[in-house]
Nanobody
Framework: QVQLVESGGGLVQAGGSLRLSCVASGRTFSSYAMGWFRQAPGKEREFVAVISRSGGTTYYADSVKGRFTISRDNAKNTVYLQMNSLKPEDTAVYYC?????????????????WGQGTQVTVSS
């Protein structure tokens, strides 16, 4: 069992930055690829970014490419999402998730564990 706890959300003006963190319980963090997803009010959950177990491979949604950076520190059981040049359309609840699959994935149903989410609000 893996428990995930996100933090770092908040209210920021357009063009600003935030860094989200997700801390995982347990001693097998490096066995999971980690993803970030988001869900805006009235919309379906969407993929944001994913990082491989070692951190050597990353993949981003087109909507955030060049603005967001995913990274991980396996010694700290933590995955990060650095968000720069934020836009009002980035407003959503952001969730981190863990998958035991050997390859990275942008499909939410392939993830085994989910955090409770952290709210990000970008004002115009």
């Amino acid at each position: 069992q893996v428990q995930l706890v996100e933090s770092g959300g908040g209210l920021v003006q357009a063009g600003g930055s935030l860094r989200l963190s997700c801390v995982a319980s347990g001693r097998t963090f490096s066995s999971y690829a980690m993803g970030w997803f988001r869900q805006a009010p009235g919309k379906e959950r969407e993929f944001v970014a994913v990082i491989s177990r070692s951190g050597g491979t990353t993949y981003y949604a087109d909507s955030v490419k060049g603005r967001f950076t995913i990274s991980r520190d396996n010694a700290k059981n933590t995955v990060y999402l650095q968000m720069n040049s934020l836009k009002p359309e980035d407003t959503a609840v952001y969730y981190c998730a863990a998958t035991s699959r050997s390859s990275i994935s942008s499909r939410g149903y392939e993830y085994d564990y989910w955090g409770q989410g952290t709210q990000v609000t970008v004002s115009s």
